[in-house]
């Protein structure tokens, strides 16, 4: 990594984008000039980066001149408008939002499942939806060395999926619960939405919006995106995957209880023993001693913490497990931040083919 | 229901024990007298009862003496040693404690599910786990109707199923956290347990002990309660029953991921309006219009509450739902008085078969 760069971050001052110009800042990229790019509502925020105090300015168009990697994190419709513009500008971009995952034209990238693809990307790559990633991060070693074949998942997702509003929601409801006033709810299942119920002390089985088959929009993004990541194809029907997607009264981090089925016959310890030696997995599983991963102690951190590995007791080849993951680092920020690095490290970062497939 | 009964409650003071004060003085069972016992700590607190005041006496074994119906949630142990003696004195006992839950002697009850078995009783009637008794009010209709092969759970317990003590740990350490101030932990998971960790803001995956299975006692409790319920043998292998519970950061109530597969192919709306039709459930499942069980709203509710019934999508004849009850109404005390009902109403008071056998 001995070249150096320019990067901007769309959404710098957001949940994500905030964390975004932290990890960029421990990674070993080398920066030459960071570019703080957000709504005019934060134009003129100072943020610190290496020792620098930079200023966020207004995105345009022309922000990006002279950008090689954008990290974009600032919403659909942001990335929507902006990131052609940046291509056009000859950058890479890796967008954190869901706008582009789907796009047959996008790689969907979590470097420890499949690093491979990220060459074939045409300007934007992809970052997936933080409960994807951090089940597959999980799921990925078993597959590789036993053969998956289902997945029933449920998860167990923080105020933190939607952003800084979201966990400051949780903080001021829990508040005024204990205070005995009354909680009002602005934000939460979906921001913009019709109905708003409250998180603090209770559990909203919705995230994202509903689709016509009942599923949610988050549910049906970890079926596709597991998918596109482990077949490489999202509407693959080599492996099954179906969802439950809760969000529980906690700051940051997802929990998620992975049901899965293999091929072939491995012991809960054999399954164990493959995630110890797997990259980006953290094992925390000894029942006797009560040590399992905890959301509190996952907060900061970019690994993918698993636990309460053991087989169902009346079904061959299927097991459970129990993942969690800082859902703003591993879960977004610190997984973009890891693609930016494989860019420079496979020489990709302008190596993009003609990104006109991509928005025709 | 003309007769009138003497009334035991044993543990009156606690989470359960109170709700069950409340249930039985809403309920039709006519009570001649009712005696409130806890252990040394509570006696000579005052409680209401239907206009009256009561003064909580020491639990022991006179004080059953003439009692017709003692209703137990004062702890395995309590239950193990002073049941027998009421039994002895002729009492019929329905006891929220594990401790009789899988002797064989011992029908467990939900009336929604099988109430048939009531009078097989020799003495003791056992009250089954709070996340048990909502899941299989909300399945029995189902496995009635389409047959149940399969059913796999994920839960999100409430910190009540601890008992006060949780939800007041619960409240403690948020108000700590709040204000940034150290939280301190000594309930949960397991109370007298070598760990405790925070609950507040935070996700355990841990509900009581560990088995040498790496199940925990909760999770083998939902599986061999639900069979011995559902099929009359806590070891059967007509339906097959996997679970991980976890406790998450909300008072009271429990929700639950039920996830199942049936031998007919009903199609997700026939299921929906098999459960509007069953008794103790009531459907909310309008997702369109965001309407979904959530644990603030069932609060002090005696009914079971589904949403999220769907089909799998890549899977025949499995389906999803999500299940909320008040785990100390539903899942304790509300379930126990409705079998004391049953009892009344099936003549099964004095009707018990020789308690020796259960003894023995």
């Given at each position: 990594m001995s070249k150096s760069y320019v990067v901007a971050i769309l959404g710098a001052t957001g949940a994500v984008g905030t964390r975004m110009v932290d990890q960029l800042a421990e990674s070993d990229i080398q920066v030459s000039k960071l570019k703080l790019l957000a709504s005019a509502r934060s134009v003129g925020k100072k943020m610190g980066f290496r020792g620098q105090s930079l200023t966020v300015q207004a995105a345009t168009p022309d922000s990006f001149n002279g950008v090689d990697i954008v990290l974009a994190s600032a919403g659909g419709q942001v990335s929507a408008r902006l990131l052609p513009e940046a291509v056009k500008r000859g950058a890479v971009c890796i967008d954190n939002t869901s706008y582009f995952r789907m796009n047959d034209h996008v790689p969907l990238i979590v470097p420890e499942v499949n690093v491979d693809q990220i060459q074939n990307h045409h300007g934007i790559i992809a970052n997936p939806n933080c409960s994807t990633i951090e089940m597959v991060v999980a799921l990925n070693p078993v597959r590789v060395k036993y053969g998956l074949k289902q997945i029933i998942v449920s998860t167990y997702q923080s105020a933190g999926g939607a952003g800084q509003a979201g966990i400051k929601e949780l903080y001021r409801e829990a508040k005024a619960y204990l205070n005995n006033e009354p909680v009002k709810s602005e934000i939460l299942p979906v921001k913009g939405g019709k109905r708003h119920y409250p998180i603090a002390f209770n559990l909203l089985p919705q995230i994202d919006v509903f689709e016509n088959n009942d599923y949610t929009h988050e549910e049906q993004k970890m079926i596709h995106e597991t998918k596109k990541i482990m077949c490489g194809d999202k509407n693959s029907t080599e492996l099954k995957i179906t969802a439950t997607c809760v969000r529980v009264p906690i700051p940051i981090a997802h929990g998620e209880t992975v049901y899965f089925t293999t091929e072939m016959t491995p012991s809960s310890d054999d399954i164990r023993r493959t995630l110890t030696k797997a990259p980006g997995v953290v094992v925390q599983d000894d029942p006797q001693h009560q040590v399992y991963p905890q959301p509190v102690n996952v907060i900061g951190s970019d690994a993918t913490f698993v636990g309460r590995v053991r087989s169902d007791m009346?079904?061959?080849?299927?097991?459970?497990?129990?993942?969690?993951?800082?859902?703003?680092?591993?879960?977004?920020?610190?997984?973009?931040?890891?693609i930016a690095e494989e860019l420079i490290n496979q020489g990709a970062v302008h190596e993009s083919k003609a990104s006109a497939v991509l928005f025709e």
């Open positions: 009346e079904n061959q080849r299927a097991y459970h497990m129990w993942v969690v993951a800082d859902n703003l680092i591993k879960g977004a920020a610190g997984n973009a931040v890891q």
